[in-house]
């Protein structure tokens, strides 16, 4: 993969695990571990251990099956992230 040239923002880099506190908060929510997550869309644990600390940024497709499998919107799943 290639290296950016330059770092992230932080507020990029904010957006990532407030999106990430979302993805746990919502996982909690639906009562599904990490594993169960994963099943549902086929995925790594260690991949959803990775949005939920903020390290990894989903691809669009990752979210919108993220979002399937835990029963909510793309929107309520990226929603209330704090502005840039």
């Given at each position: 993969?290639?290296?950016?040239r330059?770092?992230?923002?932080?507020?990029?880099?904010?957006?990532?695990?407030?999106?990430?506190?979302?993805?746990?908060?919502l996982?909690?929510?639906?009562?599904?571990?990490?594993?169960?997550?994963?099943?549902?869309?086929?995925?790594?644990?260690?991949?959803?251990?990775?949005?939920?600390?903020?390290?990894?940024?989903?691809?669009?497709?990752d979210?919108?099956?993220?979002?399937?499998g835990?029963?909510v919107t793309l929107?309520?799943?990226?929603?209330?992230l704090?502005?840039?």
């Amino acid at each position: 993969m290639p290296t950016r040239r330059t770092p992230l923002p932080g507020w990029v880099i904010d957006q990532r695990r407030a999106l990430g506190e979302n993805i746990i908060r919502l996982r909690r929510g639906a009562g599904l571990s990490q594993d169960q997550l994963a099943d549902r869309i086929g995925k790594e644990r260690r991949s959803v251990q990775r949005y939920e600390r903020g390290e990894r940024d989903p691809s669009f497709s990752d979210l919108v099956l993220i979002a399937h499998g835990l029963g909510v919107t793309l929107a309520e799943l990226v929603g209330g992230l704090p502005a840039g």
